[in-house]
């Protein structure tokens, strides 16, 4: 970290100054391509939605680990969310049911479970706002490490499964005749999911977390002409907001995390201009 504060120290800007900002920015450079490579996914797999039921599973497994005393509330959040998208893929394989419908069952009961049990007792709701809310000024170091670590492995995921994933979700049949285990493709993309939404939420909050997964991809599809671009688009897309958003934050004193989503909002609606242009 002090090799980051050193160059950090070198940038001609205000709010580099606070080490603060040193650790939200270089959570944001480690985020961003997070963000971007797995928003293509869960767009091009129609995942939306279950990203944000996971986002509610995580906020059960935080309330579960704060009942519980636990010090690290957010491992709990990964082993529930985890346990919970291995479920919905068991589900899923073994129901006749639309996967939206499946995804609207599990979403509402881990959200009512949660609110359960977060206000079991008379218990008060508002040390989990951080959690709805979010906080990315408070990253420590630690949670940095772990973003890296975990933007590692889903850059190794993306390298190895994202042409398999991307044929299982066009053409399931298809991908199952060239010998791509169409089951076990999906039921790691919604694990992969499942963690990076849980270990993100204390930075980008609950509320707004979904968008982050959507917008990026949803804005590149507006302007790529290939799948290369398609991603690369998503990433840059992704980092030009999440550096635009926190820089937003510190001079408006706003939650970071709402405005890199509005400045992705913003950039899905040039994009939509551009495409509705060429068009």
């Known amino acids: 970290m002090s090799i980051w504060y050193w160059i950090c120290d070198a940038l001609p800007f205000e709010m580099m100054h606070w080490d603060f900002m040193k650790n939200a920015f270089l959570a944001i450079l480690l985020m961003a391509p997070l963000f971007g490579l797995m928003s293509t996914m869960i767009v091009t797999g129609?995942?939306?939605?279950f990203s944000d039921a996971l986002g509610h599973s995580a906020f059960t497994g935080i309330a579960i680990g704060c009942i519980c005393g636990v010090a690290a509330p957010t491992w709990v959040a990964v082993l529930f969310s985890v346990a919970f998208a291995l479920l919905f893929s068991w589900v899923r394989?073994?129901?006749?049911?639309?996967?939206?419908?499946?995804?609207?069952?599990?979403?509402s009961a881990a959200v009512a479970l949660g609110i359960f049990i977060a206000t079991m007792g008379g218990g008060s709701f508002t040390k989990y706002n951080k959690y709805l809310i979010g906080d990315i000024l408070s990253v420590t170091a630690g949670e940095i490490g772990m973003l890296a670590l975990v933007l590692a492995a889903v850059i190794i995921?993306?390298?190895?499964?994202?042409?398999?994933l991307t044929l299982?979700?066009?053409?399931?049949?298809?991908?199952?005749?060239r010998g791509i285990p169409v089951g076990m493709t999906q039921t790691i993309f919604t694990v992969a999911i499942a963690v990076v939404v849980t270990l993100a939420i204390s930075c980008v909050g609950l509320l707004?977390?979904?968008?982050?997964?959507?917008l990026p991809a949803a804005s590149a599809r507006n302007v790529s002409r290939n799948l290369k671009q398609y991603h690369l688009f998503s990433v840059l897309f992704a980092l030009g907001a999440g550096i635009a958003g926190l820089t937003?934050?510190?001079?408006?004193?706003?939650?970071?995390?709402?405005?890199?989503?509005?400045?992705?909002?913003?950039?899905?609606?040039?994009?939509?201009?551009?495409?509705?242009?060429?068009?």
């Open 157 to 164: 995921f993306w390298v190895v499964y994202s042409n398999r």
């Open 208 to 214: 707004i977390l979904n968008s982050l997964l959507v």
């Open 46 to 49: 129609r995942m939306s939605f």
């Open 248 to 279: 937003a934050s510190y001079y408006w004193g706003c939650s970071a995390g709402a405005a890199i989503s509005l400045c992705l909002t913003l950039v899905f609606a040039v994009t939509f201009g551009f495409r509705k242009a060429r068009a």
């Open 168 to 177: 299982t979700n066009i053409h399931p049949a298809l991908a199952s005749s």
């Open 93 to 107: 394989s073994r129901s006749n049911q639309a996967a939206d419908t499946i995804i609207g069952v599990f979403s």
